[in-house]
């Protein structure tokens, strides 16, 4: 892709950027359910890398790509430690709700 074309496309990729993230913080502040509040975290985290990499490519430097693989790393990190929370609590509790298992008292 050219530098002209990417040029006209960069706006469109970080107001996309914004949308995802400002719908993860929605899902984030509006939901309840464990696993939806991971999956907005996720969403945020990929808007964050779709940033990362369309200002990488606009300044024609590998920082930002090199950084989008770690945020992956730790993304990927997150949602296996997440999921065994998540069944672990599952399995005590009976259910996903975030206020029915904001006391983990045993």
Do not use: C, W
């Amino acid at each position: 892709m050219s530098n002209q074309s990417f040029s006209l496309l960069f706006p469109y990729l970080i107001g996309l950027s914004a949308v995802l993230f400002t719908l993860g913080v929605i899902g984030v502040l509006a939901r309840r359910n464990a696993l939806i509040i991971f999956m907005s975290i996720e969403l945020m985290l990929n808007a964050a890398n779709l940033a990362f990499v369309a200002f990488a490519r606009s300044f024609n430097h590998l920082d930002g790509q090199v950084f989008v693989f770690f945020v992956m790393v730790v993304a990927a990190a997150e949602v296996a430690v997440g999921l065994a929370l998540i069944v672990t609590i599952f399995r005590t509790k009976k259910s996903t709700n975030v206020d029915d298992i904001s006391a983990l008292r045993g």
